[in-house]
C-alpha cells in the first residue's frame, strides 16, 4: 500500500466515530451482545440488538432488578453512536434528546447535549450546534472537557466567529489530547481574525511539535504545508521552503508540498534547486493532480536553465503520459457508464474493512476508480457511497428474510400436518385423565378438610380401619337383632356385643392421636404424590399449548411481514437506482474535467515539445553561426 | 475524515477551514451553498435513513416471529462467549456439547477476537432444551501470549426451568489469574 493510502485509512478509522467507553465488565448479556456487532462495524445489527433490548428495559415494572440497569445510560448513548455510525442522523439525534430530556444526572445530560451538538455540527446546522452546547449545565465528564470546548470552537471558526474561536482555543493550548488539532486551529482561526502575523507564528509553532501518532503527525504536516502557502504568497520564500521541507516526505501531503517547495524555489529564481523536489513528485502516482503537475514543471525548469534538449525529451515524456492518462480516463468513463464502478463498489473483498474507499483504486480490473479519489473525499460523495452500499446489504438482507418467511411457512405447514391428526386424540385422553385427576383431587381435598376438623372435633370412628369398621357393624346388626329380649341368652348375647362393643371403642379412642399422626403422615405423603403429579399436569399442559403455538396465529403476521418486506425491497430497489445513477453522474462530471485538464496540459506539453526543440535549434544554429 | 479535510483544505489558503475533531465524519467545516447535486444527494440521504429505519423495524419483528416459532422460552437456551477483561490470549475456537451433542463449533476470525477483547459478549449458540439438569461440555483452544498452546475442557450442569435459559462462559488464560472458563447462568 503507499504511503498516502496507509495515511487516509488510519484517517478513516480514526473517523470511525465515538467508541462507547467501557468502564467495567459487561453485566448484561445482549448489551455485550451489541457491542459485539458494533466493534465489528455490525451496526444494523448492533442497532437492532440494542434497541430491542432497551425497549424491554423500559417496559419492565421493576427495571432495576434487570442487568441493563447497569450500563443503561451507556447504553442509550451507543444506540445513538451505533445509529450516526449506520449514517442514521435523525434516529441518532432522537435518541440522544430521548437523554437529554430524561430525568438523568447532570453529567450526562451534558455529555448528551455535547453529541447532540456533534451531530448538528455534522450536519452544518451550526445554530442547533451552539444551543445544544447552550445546555450544558454543572458538571461535565472529565473525558469529553477538552472535546466540548474543541467543538465550540470549530463551530465559532463555522459561523465567523474567529475572535471567539481565538479565544476558546488559546485555553486549550495545554491540553495534550488534541495539542496538534489545536494549535493548527488556532493558527487558522488567527488568519480568519486577519491577525496575518499571529497567525503565521502560530502555525509554525503548529509545524514544530513533537508528535507520535499518524494523526498527530498529519496534521504537523498541514501546518507546515499551509505555512508554506501563506509565506510563498506572501513572497517570503525561502521560509516558505524551510516549512515546507519539514513536511514529510512519505505523508500524506507530500506531493502538494514538493510541488510547493519547487515552486518557492523558482519563486527565488533557484530553477535547479526546483528540480529535486519536482524530479521526487514526477516519479510518484501518475494519476495524482501534483505529480502530473510536476510532468510540466520539471522540463520548464530545464528550459529555464537552458537545457533545451533536455527539457525537449521531458515535455515528450510528459506528453505520453498525458495521452496515456486520458486513455485511462476514458476507459474509467467507459467503466462508469457500463455500471462497473457500482459492480466494484458492491464487491466484497472492497468492503473487508473501513478503509473500502481508499482500497478501491488497488483493486484489480477496476479503473473506473483510479481517478476518483478527489471525488470520494468528499462528505456528500462518500455518503452517497456508503449508503449505496447499505441499501446494497438492505436488499441482501430483504432477500434473505423473505426466503426465511417461506421457510416458516414450511415449518407452519408440517407443524399443522404433524399435529393436527393426533391432537384430537390426545385431547379427548387428556380430558379423561383430567376429570379422574380432578376428582381425586377432590377428594383429598376433602380428607384434608376432615382431618383439620378432626383437630378440634375427635372424631375417633373417622380414623377406624375396614376391619374395625366392619366389626363396628355386624356388632350393630348382633344388637339390633337381640333387641329388647329379656331372655337369659339375650341378656348374656348382649353383655358380649356391649363388651366388645367397648373394646372396640377402647382401641380407637386409645389409638385415636397416633392414627391422626399417621393420617397426617399419608396425607402429606400424599402431597408429594400430587406435586409430582401437579407438575407433569402443568408440563402437559405447556407442551399442549406449545403445540398450538407453534404452528396457530402465525398466518397474517407473516403475511403482514411479508407485505412490509416487499415494499421495503421495492423501496430499495428504487432508491438504489437513483443513487446509483447519482454517483455515476457525480463521477462521470468528475472524469470529464479531470479529461479536460489532462487535454490541457496535453497541449501545453506538445507546445512546450514544440518550443523546446525551436530553442534547441536555435542555439544550435547559434553556435553553428559563432 | 481528518486527512480528507486538511487535504481538501490546502487548496485554497485564505479559505482555510479548521481541522475537525478527529473523530468527526465531517469534512468540511464550512461549505458553500450545495449545488443541485448535493441537494439532490441529501434528499437521497434522508430516504435511505427513512428506509434504513422501516427495515430495521422489519427486522425486529422478523427476529421475535423466529424466536417464537423456533426457540419458545419454554424450551429455549441460549450460550454467550465473553472473554475477561484484559485478558490477552488468543481465542481461536470453542466447541460446546449439550448432553453429549455436539451443538456448535465457532473458529474465531481477527476481527471477531478483537471484537470481544473490546467487551463484546457472542451468542454462540441459541437452541432448546426440555426442562431439568442438562450437561455442557466446553472445549476452549486458543493460543496464549507466550505464543504456547492453550486448550480446556470444563464440564458444567446447567437447569432448565420455564423461562429462557441463558449461559455465560468467560474464557480466559492462565495469565488473567482467573478461572480458564467461568460458569454463569441466568
Known amino acids: ?626 | 475524515m481528518v486527512a480528507l479535510a486538511l487535504a481538501l483544505a490546502f487548496a485554497a489558503p485564505r479559505a482555510l477551514q479548521a481541522a475537525p475533531l478527529p473523530g468527526d465524519n465531517k469534512t468540511d467545516a464550512k461549505r458553500p451553498d450545495p449545488t443541485a447535486e448535493q441537494q439532490q444527494m441529501r434528499g437521497l440521504d434522508e430516504q435511505v435513513q427513512e428506509v434504513k429505519s422501516d427495515v430495521l423495524s422489519i427486522g425486529a419483528e422478523l427476529n421475535q416471529l423466529e424466536e417464537k416459532l423456533l426457540y419458545p422460552s419454554g424450551t429455549q437456551v441460549a450460550v454467550f462467549v465473553a472473554l475477561v477483561k484484559g485478558d490477552e490470549m488468543r481465542l481461536d475456537a470453542v466447541r460446546l456439547e449439550i448432553d453429549g451433542q455436539l451443538v456448535a463449533h465457532y473458529i474465531y476470525s481477527a476481527k471477531e477476537l478483537e471484537a470481544l477483547r473490546k467487551g463484546g459478549v457472542q451468542r454462540i449458540y441459541v437452541g432448546n432444551v426440555t426442562t431439568g439438569e442438562h450437561k455442557l461440555n466446553v472445549f476452549v483452544d486458543g493460543k496464549l501470549k507466550a505464543g504456547t498452546d492453550f486448550s480446556r475442557t470444563e464440564h458444567f450442569t446447567f437447569h432448565k426451568e420455564v423461562k429462557p435459559k441463558l449461559v455465560e462462559l468467560t474464557v480466559g488464560g492462565p495469565d488473567s489469574g482467573k478461572t480458564p472458563i467461568a460458569f454463569g447462568e441466568l
Not at chain 1, 206 to 223: C, H, M, N, S, V
Not at chain 1, 379 to 402: G, I
Open chain 1, 1 to 626: 500500500m503507499r504511503p498516502t493510502h496507509a495515511f487516509i485509512g488510519l484517517c478513516l478509522i480514526l473517523a470511525l466515530g465515538p467508541q462507547p467507553a467501557l468502564g467495567d465488565d459487561v453485566k448484561d448479556l445482549f448489551f455485550g451482545e451489541a457491542l459485539y456487532h458494533a466493534r465489528q462495524g455490525q451496526y444494523f445489527e448492533a442497532i437492532q440488538r440494542l434497541d430491542t433490548e432497551l425497549a424491554q428495559y423500559h417496559g419492565l415494572d421493576e427495571p432495576k432488578l434487570d442487568t441493563l440497569q447497569y450500563h443503561v445510560n451507556e447504553a442509550e448513548f451507543s444506540v445513538g453512536d451505533f445509529e450516526l455510525e449506520y449514517r442514521m442522523h435523525h434516529r441518532a439525534g432522537r435518541a440522544i434528546k430521548r437523554v437529554l430530556e430524561g430525568n438523568v444526572e447532570d453529567a450526562v445530560r451534558n455529555e448528551a447535549a455535547f453529541r447532540l451538538a456533534r451531530i448538528h455540527f455534522q450536519k452544518d446546522q451550526f445554530d442547533d450546534a451552539l444551543q445544544a452546547l447552550g445546555r450544558i449545565r454543572g458538571p461535565v465528564p472529565e473525558q469529553i472537557k477538552v472535546d466540548v470546548e474543541f467543538l465550540r470552537a470549530n463551530i465559532y471558526m463555522a459561523t465567523g466567529r474567529p475572535g471567539d474561536a481565538v479565544e476558546v482555543l488559546s485555553r486549550l493550548q495545554n491540553d495534550k489530547s488534541l495539542s496538534g488539532f489545536v494549535a493548527y486551529n488556532l493558527g487558522v482561526a488567527l488568519l480568519q481574525a486577519g491577525r496575518q502575523k499571529d497567525a503565521v507564528e502560530q502555525l509554525d509553532k503548529a509545524g514544530q511539535l513533537t508528535a507520535d501518532d499518524p494523526a498527530g503527525l498529519a496534521i504537523r504536516d498541514k501546518a507546515n504545508l499551509v505555512l508554506g502557502a501563506l509565506l510563498f504568497e506572501s513572497g517570503d520564500f525561502e521560509r516558505a521552503t524551510k516549512s515546507l521541507d519539514r513536511v514529510r516526505i512519505d505523508g500524506p501531503f507530500s506531493n502538494q508540498a514538493l510541488l510547493r517547495a519547487g515552486w518557492a524555489e523558482v519563486s527565488a529564481q533557484q530553477f535547479d534547486r526546483a528540480l529535486v523536489p519536482w524530479n521526487i513528485l514526477a516519479n510518484r502516482e501518475p494519476t495524482d493532480i501534483a505529480v502530473q503537475e510536476a510532468m510540466l514543471t520539471v522540463p520548464h525548469a530545464y528550459a529555464s536553465l537552458k537545457l533545451y534538449g533536455r527539457s525537449a525529451v521531458l515535455y515528450g515524456r510528459a506528453l505520453e503520459l498525458f495521452s496515456n492518462q486520458i486513455k485511462r480516463v476514458d476507459a474509467s468513463t467507459d467503466s462508469v457508464r457500463e455500471g462497473r464502478f457500482l459492480k466494484a463498489l458492491i464487491r466484497e473483498e472492497s468492503r473487508e474493512d473501513q478503509t473500502w474507499v481508499i482500497r478501491l483504486r488497488s483493486l484489480p480490473g477496476a479503473p473506473e476508480t483510479y481517478y476518483l479519489m478527489e471525488l470520494m473525499a468528499s462528505h456528500d460523495f462518500q455518503t452517497a457511497l456508503h449508503n449505496y452500499l447499505d441499501l446494497e446489504d438492505l436488499r441482501s438482507k430483504l432477500m434473505a428474510w423473505q426466503t426465511g418467511l417461506d421457510a416458516f411457512d414450511d415449518i407452519i405447514r408440517l407443524r399443522k400436518q404433524n399435529y393436527d391428526p393426533l391432537l384430537p386424540a390426545v385431547d379427548t385422553q387428556f380430558q379423561e385423565l383430567d376429570s379422574r385427576m380432578r376428582l381425586r383431587l377432590e377428594q383429598r381435598k376433602h380428607l384434608a378438610e376432615r382431618l383439620q376438623t378432626m383437630l378440634t372435633a375427635p372424631r375417633p370412628d373417622y380414623l377406624a380401619t375396614a376391619d374395625e369398621r366392619n366389626a363396628g357393624e355386624r356388632i350393630a346388626r348382633i344388637e339390633k337383632q337381640l333387641g329388647n329380649s329379656d331372655s337369659p341368652e339375650s341378656l348374656a348375647l348382649r353383655e358380649r356385643a356391649a363388651r366388645l362393643k367397648g373394646l372396640l371403642t377402647w382401641k380407637l379412642e386409645t389409638e385415636y392421636q397416633n392414627r391422626l399422626s399417621a393420617a397426617y403422615q399419608h396425607l402429606s405423603e400424599l402431597n408429594t404424590q400430587i406435586d409430582i403429579l401437579t407438575r407433569q399436569y402443568e408440563g402437559f399442559v405447556r407442551a399442549r399449548q406449545a403445540a398450538t403455538h407453534s404452528y396457530v396465529g402465525y398466518d397474517a403476521q407473516i403475511a403482514q411481514l411479508r407485505e412490509r418486506a416487499r415494499r421495503a425491497l421495492e423501496r430499495v430497489d428504487t432508491l438504489m437506482a437513483q443513487q446509483g445513477h447519482m454517483i455515476e453522474t457525480v463521477a462521470i462530471k468528475q472524469l470529464q474535467a479531470r479529461r479536460e485538464r489532462l487535454v490541457a496540459q496535453q497541449t501545453q506539453a506538445r507546445y512546450g515539445v514544440a518550443d523546446s526543440y525551436d530553442r534547441t535549434a536555435r542555439v544550435q544554429s547559434g553556435v553553428e553561426g559563432h
